[in-house]
């Protein structure tokens, strides 16, 4: 998802972002570091209760951008 001021982020339910599109393509935001993560699985590999799995882990995905 595509925000109006740039930010990249992976799920409307879940608003974390570590690139903006008015300074990067949007290929170049698909390899930065929550995108890459999101594709190894990690993140999205474990039984979750429902809704946004990156809700749930939202400290994993803290850690992962901080």
Known sequence: MILSHGGAEPCPFSPYSDVNIRDKSLKEAMNFKLFTALRSGDLLAD????????????????????
Do not use: F, I, M
């Open 47 to 66: 039984d979750h209760n429902g809704g946004c799995v990156l809700y749930e882990k939202r400290e994993q995905v803290e850690a992962l951008l901080s």
